[in-house]
């Protein structure tokens, strides 16, 4: 469990990190949090022969906020925006979130930006971007461009980013008083990956679900959003049988695999059972400042 | 810390029975301990194993060129390199009826597991070890794997052992009573299956071996992370042995000192054991040259090799970071990198890494047992007949073999509740998988079968798993026989009924009542389950010999103890710790008997130069009541020497001295004390010694006598969520005895962590082999060790039985871990109405056990 020998590479503008991908590509990765990359270096599987730290990088390193979104840097810790006030009041689905991250060391020194460019799909952070219809803010030294998130996440540990690329922050949309949201999820033990997970959203003005998201992880190669079972929400008051009623559609759209932990058939009766809980949960968060 | 402890040694209370703080933490808290990684050895160099990634397949062909070329790599020894220097494991354990296979350090014809070592790489860092290891080519031949016990047993499938009867290693019944006629009398029979699958001991520190070659001697310092470093040196010594038998013989035939040492020693044990020499069952080794006539050929090249040797190892143990038993055996990595390093003239060590040990650094209790239970209606239990499969893996232990995990079985499956009859039978089988080791309490399985059946067997008579065990469960002066049917003899120290009882009053079980229902309000279900045991610590004397005849020539402990010139106190042990605390027992132990402080008396251990041959080294919870009680006689003995001179030297009798916080004075007359440092002084003038000790004292210790059992009953209260299938664990009891306590602290501790393993058993952790027996568990984000999150508060109670012995402190380092499982799955099995018949427990196992989810197909 020792890594193979690599370039090591500290740019000290974001010019000179993407002048750095532009020369190596596919050879080189970008080294934030470190807390995904690391390990997978030490197991050797597939390590880069470049490795460009960012850490450094001032101009990554802030939480924006404006009136429509919150911007996290790409160098900004989990801990950080888990504590930031400006994410939980604006974007109370991302506060919610980040607790669920990996245990307190690893939201230390790991990144927001770095888990949704990992793009594990049993992660919750790629999920809470699909819920809120994040934005992703790629650059490379051609330029920049922005990637909705249902475009952003491609497949299993596979994403959008092109090799010369850097993802240098995320938009999360600002929420209004009458949304909130919440992630609720079932792993083995305190911080591992969750079985089955979901990131969900409500917005409910005078007793009437007005708007709603419904974002899987961990049952696919990809988080999953389900548009039908959000539309069965809409319209409706919130109640035990409306999200039972969504529950049913997402247990009958999903089509989760098993593994060690968890079989194909417990995976899809907790995404059932995490959809109702995460709805009320989500319901219950509304208005009530984090 | 000095200043309470000071009171209570002037106060007269004494260390002994005190919640001492540890004196090993502050070491390990500031990060100053030392551990096998932290030695950093000038030039020392670094090894790494190619592991085969196939379960089961031929060896065409290895090249190491490209990886011996590399820049940093010292030499890259293949697994042919390695066996031609060494010799094979041969069987240190052996039954009647067993086959062993004969194996050697490293694979070089056929692979039996995922990372199966193939050749061992030696470089200047582990980075480059590993970079090699990239570049060795082998040439693989797939072979059809046997991943599961089922396949084990299925005759005509690809053997792993071309001597075996297929894939069954051995089988052995033993017979207790009429069984016959248990079973044609009692009403009824109940017969069930359990299976408990692969776990793994998990220490923090995984094994490690750093060997010292010293450039002009050739001798080897061997640095180990080792439960028993006098085995490892002696075993260690034996596999390096290079000359043929009768080289060695005439050698030793030459040698006319040693000559007469050893045959002088051989006789002084003959004379001494004659009579357990006698009961030795020899049939295991019968069995054994019918297989395989070569391993006697092994044997005495090793044997002869050992008489003439002219230098041997020094093994070394510093700080080790737990063991749970993984670090008894003497593994194929010890054996090749001693080797590497003797070949090389050169300092080289080994650090195992996660996924190593989690491949092969210790596997156990994948264990299948098939339980008949005969039983009368009033649930008065009559004979019991046992089918137990242990699933031993592909290379068989060393030296504790899973045969002796059987026969452990033989000795406690009845538990302690009365029988009229019982017979075992288990099978060892081979599997394409990681080594089997003794796992805390190796034997435990047997608690949780038997405790799940007693359940079981209750249900099915409309009892109450109470009911069924006060029934039967053996009470002293009323129905506690003098010995169990399986052998050993047993006294009020087989006081299990206390805890049973104690555990009931403890319980309330009109708030359970309410606690069940609040639960089922919340859409969950809980369940109590209560399990009771009792467990050899270190047992009467008869207990090995119970076990198999003739092992009980192992089972003494040897101590020593000296004072300096200077005055300073040293014990030696032979116990090897880690992490059970035995510095600090062993000093609360010495420093009352010597009436000093705690900081008066230092422990030495883990060194072979300095500390008495013990076989078993620290294991079979006997720290205390064997460890600790060579140390209180030892020390016992040199105070009476240190008294006599003191009599001399302040012209009173001996019966008048009095020592407290090393003031050894007449009764009465502290102001007029001298110190231990006048005393050693005196002897050292008197004698005219400055190199050797004032005092000193070895001795043997054969235990107290009768008794020296531990017992325990265990309560869970288990709450699942219907939903979800999550478990929280809101009341976990323990009601132990093990005798009078050294130190509360420290034996709550090894409740709690045995507890915790239990816990990580039932609900956390599994060894998982897939059909094809690749593993699929190979690091920690899936085998998966409960953290402090998932352990409760867990209550003790204390029952403190006394008996007449001089040192009855019994062990208590297992005992969690046997009872726990028991305890939870029963309770699984009350909160879901269902008869729990497995041991691993996920969430999504219990929806499935609780009918929410279709199980898998």
């Excluded at chain 1, 971007?129 to 990637?147: F, I, K, P």
């Excluded at chain 2, 008396?601 to 060579?630: A, H, K, Y």
């Amino acid at each position: 469990m020792k890594n193979p020998p690599f370039h090591y590479h500290r740019p000290a503008t974001l010019d000179e990190a993407l002048a750095l991908l532009a020369e190596f590509g596919d050879d080189g990765k970008i080294l934030a949090g470190g807390q995904s990359l690391l390990p997978v270096m030490a197991l050797r599987l597939g390590p880069p022969a470049h490795v460009i730290d960012i850490g450094t990088l001032e101009e990554l390193k802030s939480i924006e906020v404006s009136d429509t979104a919150v911007t996290i840097g790409a160098m900004v810790r989990h801990a950080e925006a888990e504590h930031s006030a400006e994410v939980a009041e604006y974007t109370p689905l991302v506060a919610a979130a980040l607790p669920h991250v990996g245990h307190r060391a690893i939201r230390n020194r790991g990144t927001v930006v770095g888990s949704i460019a990992h793009a594990d799909s049993a992660a919750e952070m790629p999920a809470v971007c699909l819920a809120t219809s994040a934005t992703m803010h790629l650059a490379s030294a051609e330029g920049t461009r922005n990637v909705a998130a249902p475009d952003f996440f491609q497949g299993f540990f596979t994403t959008a980013i092109e090799p010369n690329e850097i993802l240098t922050g995320v938009s999360f949309p600002a929420w209004g008083p009458t949304t909130s949201g919440t992630v609720v999820e079932v792993s083995r033990r305190h911080g591992d990956y969750a079985m089955c997970g979901v990131a969900c959203a409500l917005d409910v003005a005078d007793n009437v679900i007005n708007g709603a998201a419904l974002a899987f992880f961990s049952v696919a190669s990809t988080p999953v959003r389900i548009a039908e079972a959000e539309n069965v929400l809409l319209g409706q008051a919130p109640s035990e049988a409306t999200y039972q009623a969504a529950a049913d559609v997402v247990t009958d759209t999903l089509e989760p695999e098993g593994d060690i932990h968890a079989t194909a058939a417990y995976r899809l009766h907790l995404a059932g059972v995490l959809t109702r809980r995460g709805l009320a949960e989500a319901h219950d968060r509304i208005g009530v400042p984090a | 810390m000095s200043s309470a402890t000071t009171d209570r040694q002037s106060s007269g209370l004494g260390f002994v029975g005190q919640r001492v703080k540890r004196v090993e933490d502050e070491r390990f808290l500031v990060g100053e301990g030392k551990f096998i990684a932290d030695l950093n050895h000038e030039g020392m160099l670094h090894a790494a194993f190619a592991r085969s990634p196939f379960a089961h397949a031929k060896i065409n062909s290895i090249d190491v060129a490209a990886a011996s070329r590399l820049p940093g790599v010292v030499k890259v020894f293949t697994g042919a390199e390695l066996n031609a220097v060494t010799n094979p494991f041969i069987p240190f354990f052996t039954v009647g009826g067993l086959y062993t296979p004969l194996y050697s350090c490293m694979s070089d014809d056929r692979v039996r597991h995922i990372g199966d070592p193939v050749a061992l790489v030696v470089a200047e860092s582990r980075y480059i070890a590993e970079d090699a290891l990239e570049l060795i080519e082998v040439d693989y031949e797939d072979l059809e794997a046997i991943g599961s016990i089922d396949a084990a047993l299925k005759p005509g499938r690809t053997q792993l052992w071309e001597k075996a009867d297929g894939n069954v290693l051995g089988e052995f019944t033993d017979t207790f009573g009429d069984v016959d006629e248990a079973f044609n009398q009692a009403d009824r029979v109940i017969t069930k299956t359990f299976d408990c699958p692969r776990q793994s001991n998990q220490p923090m520190e995984t094994r490690g071996i750093a060997v010292v070659v010293d450039p002009t001697t050739g001798h080897l310092d061997i640095h180990s992370t080792s439960q028993a470093p006098h085995f490892k040196k002696w075993a260690i010594a034996a596999m390096l042995v290079k000359d043929s038998t009768a080289a060695s013989l005439a050698k030793f035939a030459r040698n006319s000192e040693r000559r007469s040492a050893f045959l002088a020693a051989a006789k002084d044990f003959v004379a001494a054991n004659k009579e357990k020499m006698a009961q030795q069952d020899n049939s295991g080794m019968v069995s054994q040259l019918k297989k395989d006539p070569s391993t006697m050929l092994h044997q005495l090249r090793m044997g002869a090799g050992l008489l003439a040797a002219d230098d041997y190892p020094t093994v070394m143990a510093a700080d080790i970071g737990g063991a749970f038993g993984s670090k008894g055996p003497v593994a194929r990595e010890d054996v090749a990198v001693a080797a590497a390093a003797s070949e090389l003239g050169r300092s080289v060590q080994w650090i195992e890494d996660r996924v190593e040990n989690l491949l092969d650094g210790g596997q156990a209790r994948e264990e299948r047992f098939t339980m008949s239970v005969a039983v009368d209606n009033d649930g008065m239990l009559k004979g019991l007949r046992v089918d137990a499969v242990l699933d031993q893996g592909a290379y068989t232990g060393f030296p504790v073999a899973p045969a002796l995990i059987a026969l452990l079985w033989k000795v406690y499956f009845p538990g302690p509740y009365n029988l009229d009859a019982f017979e075992i039978t288990s099978k060892i089988v081979t599997t394409n998988k990681g080594r089997v080791v003794p796992y805390r309490g190796p034997w435990a399985n047997e608690t949780w079968a038997r405790e799940r059946m007693l359940d079981l067997v209750a249900a099915e008579l409309g009892l109450t798993p109470v009911e069924i065990r006060s029934r039967n469960v053996m009470r002293e002066g009323v129905s506690m026989p003098d010995a169990f049917i399986t052998g050993p003899t047993i006294d009020e120290t087989m006081s299990v009924a206390k805890t049973f009882d104690r555990a009931l009053e403890m319980i309330d079980f009109d708030q359970l009542k309410r606690d069940k229902a609040d639960a089922e309000g919340r859409g969950h279900r809980l369940g109590l389950g209560i399990a009771s045991y009792h467990e050899a610590a270190p047992g009467p004397p008869n207990f090995f010999s119970s076990v198999q005849p003739g092992t009980d020539l192992f089972v003494y402990e040897d101590g020593r103890a000296e004072i300096g010139t200077d005055g300073t106190i040293r014990m030696f042990t032979s116990q090897s710790p880690h992490g059970q605390s035995h510095q600090t027992t062993y000093k609360q132990v010495a420093a009352d008997e010597f009436g000093v402080k705690m900081e008066d008396v230092e422990i030495v251990w883990g060194d072979t130069d300095r500390t008495q041959f013990s076989f078993l080294g620290t294991g079979g919870s006997r720290g205390g009541p064997m460890g600790g009680g060579v140390m209180r006689m030892t020390a016992r003995e040199l105070r009476q020497q240190v008294e006599k001179v003191a009599a001399d030297m302040l012209e009173a009798s001996v019966d008048d001295i009095d020592i407290i916080d090393g003031n050894i004075h007449v009764a009465g007359v502290p102001s007029r004390g001298i110190s231990y440092a006048d005393v050693a002084g005196k002897v050292a003038a008197d004698r005219n010694i400055t190199d050797e000790p004032a005092f000193m004292e070895a001795m043997k210790y054969e235990g107290v006598g009768n008794g020296g059992w531990s017992v325990a009953t265990h309560v869970a209260w288990v709450d699942i969520d219907l939903e979800t299938g999550e478990v929280e664990i809101p009341r976990y009891l323990v009601v132990e005895d093990c005798g009078p306590i050294i130190n509360p602290g420290v034996v709550d501790g090894q409740v709690r962590g045995g507890v915790a393993q239990g816990i990580g058993a039932v609900f956390y952790e599994r060894t998982h082999y897939d059909d094809n027996a690749n593993l699929m568990s190979t690091t920690y984000m899936d085998y998966l060790v409960p953290t402090a999150m998932e352990i409760p508060n867990i209550e003790i109670e204390h029952m403190e039985t006394l008996t007449e012995g001089e040192n009855d402190a019994r062990g208590t380092g297992e005992g969690g871990m046997i009872g726990a499982p028991a305890a939870l799955t029963n309770a699984v099995s009350d909160a879901l109405g269902v008869q729990v018949t497995e041991q691993y427990l996920p969430p999504y196992r219990l929806l499935e056990l609780a009918g929410v989810i279709e199980p898998e197909k």
